[in-house]
């Protein structure tokens, strides 16, 4: 598949270290780039971003602003598809441009005079666009909506039907969604449905350690104080997430939370440290996680148990991405969390000893 693209794409992927196409990106590639509405279920990790991407950029005229537009629910990952997107879309000549509420409208004003190819944002800042008429939907071919099941929550999806309804009748809609909790009413006529959402990643392993409540932190502060170690902690509740940076960070503990209160700027400076192994702990809630793709992390904590099999995919996904190993470990401080647990996965228990984890 991927000889058939562009050289400097194909260089990228040797670069990459790509050899052959996810189950989705091979599968999504032809109805994609032949104008067909699609819905596709793959889940978190499959590669699902250059699964839309590669065949959509490859559809677009350059210097022929607006063609095509990309929607997702909130600024982490309308920011992520924004930096994909500009390495792929660039080396072949064509402009994406990012529209996030709580930037500067004026400057983004500015940036669309410059004719941008690919608008890429959050339902709310592109509707003011429209509605300001800086947005021509008129000259939009393809809206892809990527987690279409979060796009479908109340706060969203008033502002996603205005958006799909200024657009001209032949246009293409493609959604895209890790479960496969979506439902159909919501799709245009002749949607296509992929859905490969009972892939497993058999790349990450799954593991609990058992623990007392009260003795959760301390493992936490032990983990963080491994050489090099790196792991995105996972917590049910704000409260439980804001006590535990408190503690952690009075114990001297490199661990930093990713609050949504926290502005983009700085989110962008917390990410980059963790990425760079600066930080050991990154905190957050599963609402804060979604979009978070942080290339090799090899681990993913859960404070505790989620509260669904949804959440803990989801968690799991952001490790083991597109074929690299990871693993996830989970807190369990009762017999009935472990029983939950098991639902969701195949866990080995655990306990940790000299830094290292052993296997009961």
Do not use: C
Not at 127 to 153: A, G, P, Q, R, Y
């Amino acid at each position: 598949m991927y000889q058939n693209f562009p050289t400097i794409w194909q260089e990228k992927f040797n670069s990459l270290g790509f050899s052959e196409p996810t189950p989705i990106q091979e599968q999504a590639f032809e109805p994609i780039f032949s104008g067909e509405n699609l819905l596709g279920i793959s889940p978190t990790g499959t590669g699902k971003t250059l699964a839309y991407l590669l065949p959509a950029l490859q559809k677009l005229a350059p210097k022929k602003s607006q063609q095509l537009l990309i929607l997702a629910p909130n600024t982490e990952l309308a920011g992520q598809i924004f930096e994909v997107t500009k390495e792929w879309a660039e080396p072949i000549g064509l402009t994406a441009q990012l529209f996030l509420s709580g930037s500067s409208q004026k400057r983004q004003i500015e940036r669309l005079k410059k004719g941008p190819e690919i608008l890429i944002g959050t339902p709310g800042r592109i509707f003011e666009l429209i509605k300001l008429k800086k947005i021509k939907m008129m000259n939009v071919n393809t809206i892809i909506l990527d987690e279409f099941d979060e796009l479908l929550s109340d706060s969203q999806y008033h502002f996603v039907k205005n958006i799909t309804t200024h657009v001209p009748r032949d246009h293409q809609m493609v959604y895209i969604s890790a479960t496969n909790k979506v439902d159909t009413a919501h799709l245009v006529e002749n949607t296509v449905i992929l859905d490969l959402s009972n892939q497993t990643l058999d790349t990450i392993s799954h593991f609990y350690i058992p623990v007392d409540k009260r003795d959760r932190l301390e493992l936490l502060r032990k983990f963080s104080n491994i050489p090099d170690f790196r792991g995105l902690v996972f917590f049910n509740s704000l409260s439980d997430l804001g006590a535990a940076e408190e503690r952690l960070q009075f114990a001297g503990s490199s661990a930093i939370s990713l609050a949504s209160d926290v502005n983009v700027k700085f989110r962008k400076v917390i990410l980059e440290k963790f990425k760079n192994h600066d930080i050991s702990l990154l905190l957050g809630t599963d609402l804060v996680a979604r979009g978070i793709d942080i290339d090799n992390l090899e681990i993913v904590i859960n404070f505790e148990v989620p509260r669904d099999k949804e959440a803990y995919t989801h968690r799991s996904g952001r490790t083991g991405r597109m074929g690299k190993t990871g693993s996830v470990i989970t807190f369990v401080t009762h017999p009935e969390d472990l029983k939950k647990l098991k639902k969701f996965a195949k866990a080995t228990e655990v306990y940790l000893k000299n830094q290292q984890l052993h296997r009961k």
